[in-house]
């Protein structure tokens, strides 16, 4: 068509028509983006997860109206500018708004990202996975302005083979500098990772005892039981041995109740089966034994194993003073007697004593009478008295 081959400005009609299309269809396509936005799907994501929606939202109106316009911008340079001079400037211009377009649409996608996975990390205990998330976050964008800005550079024809080589000493200056420090937060990666243990957990930890009170990039600070605050870096903590108590999934309690000789048999029995009812019937109990095992030096030995359902150190210990008092009262009722560490004295003379005046009492005479009485212990003990102890009265 004639009307569609008429220079205008030096150009065909029908190239300001195409790049007017191109902008209509541009124009058409952000439109029913944002429509898309407000769909039925998406409404439901902001209500349950405002910010990735939020970030969504983001993504979607600048960086879409920058690519729109480059799109736009690069079709009239194509059918509009014959100047190579002024197509080699507007070219380069294009290449920089590419790259600022690119960038700016990296860096949304990184937040949301970063927004999808908040929701979960806000959930957990630890605040180690909220700064290894922003850390993350940090990195990925850094990451992403370095090789956006090289791609941009090479294009626009500077040589950055050099560039390269530059910053890949500094680098390695900078990492060998930091070595230590790049050490603790890979330390911490692994325990984020790993995870032996949460904020809250009982552990032992390179001969120190307590309370992990929080896990950071660098360090991991543990508050033993006397009070002590122990800070430990993270590249120890991730090669340590670590004894986890609160992984345990119950507390166990040994001791021996021991009840005295004179104990009959049916009483001793009925012993172990009041030590079996208690434990049973105590709800923190998740196992239990009971065993008369041993005839101790000065009682009857019955080993008790408790394992108590309850973690928590203060639930435990009440589990337990129950269990203790109920075991004290029964035995109490049914007349069974706990036993002592005590010692019985015989003492067996050959010969009485004769009774003698203190006139009559004289060494001669004392030595006579020691060797004619004799004191047998049973069983030995360190008050026995040597013959000779008359004679020092």
């Known amino acids: 068509m004639e009307v569609l ?14 790049l007017l ?3 209509f269809a541009a124009f058409l396509s952000y439109f029913l983006i944002l429509r898309l936005l407000e769909s039925r799907w998406l409404k439901r994501l902001h209500e349950e997860r405002p910010e990735v929606y939020e970030s969504l939202v983001k993504l979607a109106r600048l960086p879409l109206k920058l690519l729109l316009f480059t799109l736009v911008f690069w079709t009239g340079l ?8 002024l197509r080699e400037v507007l070219g380069k211009l294009l290449i920089v708004l590419v790259a600022l377009t690119a960038l700016y649409l990296v860096l949304r996608l990184i937040d949301v990202g970063v927004a999808y996975f908040k929701a979960h990390v806000e959930k957990t205990e630890t605040k180690l996975d909220d700064t ?6 940090l990195a990925l964008r850094t990451f992403a302005v370095i090789v956006i800005v090289l791609i941009a550079l090479d294009n626009l024809g500077i040589e950055i083979a050099g560039l390269l080589a530059s910053l890949g000493i500094a680098g390695l200056a900078v990492a060998l500098a930091a070595r230590p420090t790049l050490e603790n937060v890979f330390g911490a990666v692994t325990i984020f990772l790993d995870r032996p243990f949460t904020i809250g957990d009982a552990v032992s930890l390179e001969g120190f005892t307590g309370k992990i009170e929080a896990i950071g990039l660098r360090s991991t600070r543990l508050r033993t039981f006397d009070g002590t605050l122990v800070t430990l870096p993270n590249s120890v903590v991730a090669n340590a041995k670590i004894d986890n108590w609160d992984a345990r999934p119950t507390r166990r309690t040994n001791f021996t109740i021991g009840v005295t000789y004179d104990t009959s048999y049916e009483k001793l029995k009925r012993a172990v089966e009041i030590l079996r009812e208690v434990m049973a019937r105590h709800p923190g109990t998740a196992q239990y034994r009971a065993y008369f095992n041993s005839f101790g030096d000065y009682s009857l030995n019955i080993l008790v194993n408790h394992w108590c359902k309850y973690l928590d150190y203060e639930q435990y210990l009440k589990c337990l003073e129950e269990i203790l008092f109920e075991i004290k009262k029964r035995f109490e009722e049914e007349g069974i007697e706990f036993a002592f560490p005590s010692q019985t004295l015989y003492l067996v003379p050959e010969k009485p004593f004769e009774l003698l005046s203190a006139d009559a009492f004289t060494p001669e005479r004392a030595k006579a009478l020691a060797a004619h009485s004799t004191v047998t ?3 030995p003990s ?3 008295q040597s013959p000779a102890e008359p004679e020092e009265s």
């Open 21 to 23: 299309g191109v902008a």
């Open 5 to 18: 081959s008429r220079p205008v400005f030096g150009n065909p009609l029908s190239d300001y028509l195409t």
């Open 78 to 85: 194509e059918l509009l500018v014959d100047n190579e001079t």
């Open 382 to 384: 360190p008050q026995a």
């Open 377 to 379: 212990p049973e069983p």
């Open 132 to 137: 290894l998330l922003q850390v993350a976050r």
